[in-house]
């Protein structure tokens, strides 16, 4: 996605050579035009999956997936990293190491919020790893529904999480696939 993709260009900041930071429009400011567009382009890949409900996980992968949700027209849950007083014991949960934080969070979402017969798109800002994503892979199976798919803003292509994903025989689109970080420098797939 060009749009996306001069905004990482313009905007991004390289960390290391793992890690990108992009808070000026999707990890702590949050560009709501961008979003928008992201939502748009995440609904017409996804359009034919027959989704049903979105599924994140707090807090960066909600803009991009209440987005996608207004243009395909279906509810979206975000799961949360931390025990409330108002989410009750009626949970599924997963474990998730974070790659950012490096500590593992218990994940969880309301067993009301995600049925048997849900298509479930999977929605983050970033797959490293894929840990993320295997946890909520872990729910949608824990409450028998199926994954219609898996949508990342920004997939670091030299990372492993791709391959995990597609190896379940899960659907993945990345919206801005980085090649590498070397040198200071952002490279895109081709
Ligand atoms: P994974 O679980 O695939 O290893 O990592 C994905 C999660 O870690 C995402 O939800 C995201 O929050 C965080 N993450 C991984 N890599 C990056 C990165 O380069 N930049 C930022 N800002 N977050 C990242």
Redesign the pocket.
């Known amino acids: 996605m060009k749009l996306l993709e001069d905004r990482i260009k313009k905007e991004g900041t390289v960390l290391s050579d793992?890690?990108?930071?992009?808070d000026r429009f999707l990890?702590h400011q949050v560009d709501p035009q961008l979003m928008d567009a992201i939502g748009v382009e995440f609904a017409r890949l996804f359009k034919d999956d027959h989704i049903t409900r979105i599924l994140t996980?707090e807090s960066?992968?909600i803009a991009p997936a209440v987005f996608t949700g207004l243009h395909l027209n279906v509810p979206v849950v975000f799961a949360r990293k931390h025990k409330s007083l108002t989410l009750n014991d009626n949970l599924y949960t997963a474990d998730?190491?974070?790659?950012?934080k490096q500590v593992n969070n218990q994940i969880s979402i309301d067993k009301r919020f995600i049925n048997a017969d849900d298509r479930v798109l999977i929605i983050?800002?970033?797959?490293?790893?894929?840990?993320?994503?295997s946890g909520l892979i872990d729910i949608v199976n824990a409450a028998n529904a199926e994954v219609g798919g898996v949508g990342i803003v920004i997939e670091?292509s030299f990372?492993k999480?791709r391959r995990l994903i597609t190896d379940q025989g899960i659907k993945v689109e990345s919206l801005a696939r980085v090649k590498s970080l070397a040198n200071n420098q952002v490279t895109f797939e081709e």
Do not use: M, R
Not at 18 to 22: E, P, Q, S, T
Not at 96 to 100: E, H, L, M, N, Q
Not at 124 to 133: E, T, Y
């Open positions: 793992d890690v990108l930071k992009v990890n996980v960066s992968g998730v190491y974070s790659y950012t983050d800002d970033f797959l490293a790893n894929g840990q993320a994503a670091k990372q999480g």
